[in-house]
């Protein structure tokens, strides 16, 4: 210790200690800054094998450095993918609308092209371009911390105007739509509330923040859960598929008995 | 075998006396407790005239039954909803078992609906019941009244019954809008702030009504309270009310028939209502009830719940009004915004206009008997009915309506036709506006010609009878083919139909009625008159002779005598 103290009033002393602070500072933010940007840890394996996978099957639109690519009168093929973040590969590559199945006013959902380890490489790629959402981690979908009625209520206010009360989803404008929401994956309801997805706004967590993004999940799971007390759900599209249903099933079930009461007298 | 009647009072000193065939013995005792109560009350005749009555048998006449026992369940099940059923508006926080909106503020009115639903034995049952029932009550109540319409059974003596039924028609969906507004969740509250929207677009006056119904300003503290009143109170007296006259009309005008042999307009042919009728009616009602059961216990309607409590800010995709209502919600959808401002008032022309046409089509439907009887000029009573095809400018425009009420109808869902089976939105809205102006025309017109087509059909029928594919070549070439003619029974049917011709204006007729008279019968195929039948039978009869000198009476083919 005295050969340091010795040296305390060493002109370079100054510059060490500052270096010693910036270092301090540094290291301290990316320990304690929130680690949305980046949550999972992706090897450069991952990254190549997915730059592969990625050129073989999504450079045709996206470009071969997910640039994204435009045709000659300047209408978007691909969307750029840089800064997208792993959420987006996930959801989209996740629920089989990419790669997509042909050009139209939206992606369907689709079985998986992808793995589940192509889909994490791919992730990996896209998410090596530049800091974006990353898939979301079971605590934040952990349905034992949420808070239903608050799920329930974001979920009404901010999503049922398109998806439906009741998740079954609704129309947009010119064959575009807001697609069901029953049957899909809490993980990837999450990723489209963070990435805004075909014609989706973003919900990032300045909008809905991370726990009522979960409440919202956990909610759509509890109602999937719930189940239909009343019986067969038809689809829970209200008050149409009733009066369909009371046309066809129920009258002619009546018909049927009014026919039977008739011939019955002859 | 019991020994007691219904009606028997207790008196057991009676009893020892009948004491013998077990049959005799009912009988005595029916006879004495009748007699006591005859004694009392004195209706035994109006038994014996109700018991007498005939009633003519078609399943086409059932559905006025349906209604009226799907009425009986709302009334049943209505009644066991509002021993639990809260109306008020207060806010209260919800504590019941439904895990999703614990700790939700919602209206007393809203927590009773949830209460019902999954704490109250049988609640969510009685609650379908009623919901499905009275899906139920409007379907049929359409049938019939559509089946009154395309068999012209609207005609004298029956106008004033029509326009009743018109009325019930009508209560129907005012019932069935207060109801559907009472559980407050999300859905209703959006059909409220429509009606509010619709009173809202009637000028000058618009926002006073709708200050006047809500109490304030939308959507207040009152209105479920007071359709609460309406809904269980003065819309039900009313039906009861008009289904009690609808009822005394029909035994007055006596039922309507399908034209037949022996059937006449001073007859009715079929069975008393003792004991065929009261026993099949009794039967149909359980099975209306057992039908409706059944649904309300296997099929979900209106889950609350997911809608959520309602709060003025969300609207749900796929909000709809529930389907009778529909076709009120469509011509909203239809119209392009149109508005402007004059004098400071804003004139909504995109919610007058749609008023105007839902007005004008209730308007049409309501008048239409007395427009008809109008144009024929006839006074006659009618008690035999029309076959559709024999009146084909009627069924034309009961069949162009129906268009246009689907049309609307269909547009009020064009969310859901556009998502389920992958089609633009816009476009769809385009197609309806297009059709709500041509299809009318273009299915009254194609309706018309097929009724037309069809009484030529039956025209050639009764004049020739049935084609039976046998032809004969004659010796010198011709060919004829082997007609088989209807027996007398079935050609009845076919001729005993009303005949009415177009009118020349002047001598009492006026212009338009001439036009009018025109519209409806300038295309008519003339009813087969006996000199012409008389001439055909003779020529058929004169043909067969030709037939059967050549082939000696066997009809079979050679080919078939071969074998």
Redesign the interface.
Known sequence: MKALAARRHHPLAFVVILLLALAATGGLYAAFQPRDAQAESYSQDDVDAGKDLFLANCASCHGTNAQGMQDKSGATLGPSLIGVGAAAVDFQVGTGRMPMQNSG?QAWRKAPQMNDEQTRQLAAYVSSLGPGPSVPDEDQLDASKA???N???VF??NC???????G????????K??PPLQGVESKHIYEAMETGPQNMPVFNDDNISAKDKRDVVS?LG??EE?G???????G????????????T???S???G???W?????K | MSTTTPTRPSTEAEAPASQGSGDGRMLRLGAVGGDWLDRRVSGAGLLRFMGRKIFP????F??GE?ALYSFVVLLISGTYLTMFFVPSMDEVVYNGIY??????HVSKAYESTLHI??EVKGG?LFR?MH??SC??FM??IF?HMFRVFFTGAFRKPRELNWLVGFALMVLGMVAGFTGYSLPDD??SGNGLRVVDGLMKGIPIVGTYISMLLFGGEFPGHDIIPRFFTIHILLVPAAILGLIAIHMVMLVLHKHTQYPGPGRTERNVVG?PVFP?YAA?AG??FF??FG??TL?S???????IW???PY?P????????????M?WTDGGLRLIPGWEFTIFGYTVSLNILLPIVVYGGLLVFLALYPFIEQWVTGDDREHHLLDLPYNAPVRTGIGVAWLSEYLILAMA?????I??KL?????DLTWTFRIAFFLAPIIVFYVTKRLCIAMQRQKRDLALHGEETSKVVRMEDGQMLEIHEPLNEFDRWVLVQHDDYRPLKAGKGVSSLRAAATSFFFKDRVAPVAPSELREALEHAGHERHRIDELTGGDYTTPDARRH
């Not at chain 2, 048998?57 to 086409?60: E, K, N």
Request: hydrophobic content about 55%; proline content about 4%; overall charge negative.
């Open positions: 006013a808070d239903l009625e799920g329930g209520n009404r206010v049922a105007m398109c998806h439906n009360a009741g079954a989803g609704g129309a947009l404008t010119r064959g739509f807001a909610y509890a109602l719930n239909s007390p009343g019986g067969i759900s038809l829970s599209f209200g008050p149409v598929t009733e009066g369909l249903y009371a046309w099933i129920v009258l079930l009546l018909v008995c009014a026919v009461l008739g011939a019955k007298a | 048998d078609h399943w086409s059932m559905f349906v895990a999703p909106l614990q700790g939700a639903s999954f969510l379908q919901h499905w899906l139920v379907v049929a049938v999300v859905l069975f065929v099949k039967g149909f099975l209306v039908i409706i649904i216990a296997t099929t979900a309607i209106n889950a997911i809608y959520g709060d800010s969300p609207v749900s995709a796929g909000s709809q009004p529930d389907w009778y529909l009020a869902t064009n969310d859901l556009a998502l992958r089609l633009s939105i816009n």
